[in-house]
Every structure is written in structure tokens, then in C-alpha cells.
């Protein structure tokens, strides 16, 4: 991916790290608890952490208009959830074109224990811009830590400002 110096916006995004029982083996479900299996639930490890790509503001221009002042750009997201027991493959969001100000409103979904209580499981999320004939460009980066959501199981959303690349000036 080409790195530049413009790095410009925010991403919206809602996470939220909870149990989900589709990912527990259970031979023996107890399906006549009702209610009192969503405060079972509540009391249980979070092994699943759900995110929400809501949407962009404020993005750099990458696709530069040829014949006018201005641009726009193509982004879309690459995820990575980095720590516990996530052996996840960086996964994707769907492009959005000749924008900067896209909205996503996609959700994803990822199993994830955490391994020790030291481990601190995050998410990265890199913001690119998607060429057609050459390599993505690089609009910017968020690393958000998962390790607050355990507690609460709640979701929790907010802006997050686009930072460049580690070890890069802008």
C-alpha cells in the first residue's frame, strides 16, 4: 500500500465484546430456563466480539478530479482483532465509492476469548482507498483496546480520529 502525508477524518465504530452460546459446545442445552438464560449468559466469559463499521467523516482525498478543483475517494476498512485466542484473518468492508463521507453500517462478527490476564486483545482498523489499477493507498489507522468492553459486555461507540502509520511522519 502507498503511504502520503494526508491523513485526515474519523470512522465511526461500535464494538462490543460479549458470550454468545453458539460459540460454547453444549451437548445438554437448558432451553426451559427462559429468561434466566440471559443472566446466565451475562455471568460467562465474552467469547465473541461484534463490531460496527458505521461510517467515515472528513477523509482524505485520494482519486483527484482531473478536471475540477477537488476529489474524492474510494475507502473501505481492514480489520484485524490482534490478541486472545483470535487466530482471524484480516477481513474487509465493502468499498465505497467517490466519497468522503461513506456509511458503511456493517457488521461483523469474530470468536475471541481472552488467553491470560495479561493479554490486552484490540482491534486495528486501516483505512484505504481502493485503486483499480494500482495498490491501495493508506487513508489512515485506529487500534481500539477491547479490554474495558470485557467488563461491561455493553457496547460501547465512538469516533475515532484516523492516525498514520506507525514509525511514519505525516
Given amino acids: 500500500a502507498k503511504t502520503s502525508s494526508n491523513i485526515t477524518g474519523e470512522l465511526d465504530v461500535v464494538l462490543q465484546w460479549r458470550y454468545n452460546p453458539a460459540h460454547d459446545f453444549d451437548p445438554f ?3 426451559e430456563l ?3 438464560k440471559d443472566a ?5 466469559e465474552p467469547n465473541e466480539c461484534r463490531l460496527a ?11 483527484k478530479n482531473l478536471l475540477s478543483k477537488g476529489g474524492s475517494s474510494d475507502p473501505f476498512a481492514r480489520f484485524t482483532v490482534v490478541g486472545g ?15 468522503l463521507q461513506p456509511v458503511w453500517r456493517e457488521l461483523f462478527q469474530v470468536p475471541l476469548k481472552q488467553d491470560a490476564e495479561q493479554d490486552k486483545p484490540r ?3 486501516v483505512l484505504y482507498d481502493k485503486d483499480e489499477i494500482s495498490s491501495p493507498d493508506f ?5 481500539v483496546d477491547l479490554s474495558g468492553l470485557k467488563a461491561t459486555k455493553k457496547a460501547s461507540r465512538a469516533w475515532h480520529t484516523l492516525l498514520p502509520e506507525e514509525g511514519k511522519s505525516s
Fill in 85 to 99: 485466542d483470535s487466530d482471524a484473518k484480516p477481513f474487509d468492508s465493502t468499498v465505497k465509492y467517490k466519497t
Fill in 139 to 143: 487513508m489512515g489507522q485506529v487500534s
Fill in 123 to 125: 482491534v486495528d482498523v
Fill in 34 to 36: 427462559g429468561d434466566e
Fill in 53 to 63: 463499521l458505521v461510517q467515515g467523516r472528513g477523509l482524505a482525498i485520494k482519486d
Fill in 29 to 31: 442445552p437448558d432451553d
Fill in 40 to 44: 446466565l449468559y451475562a455471568a460467562k
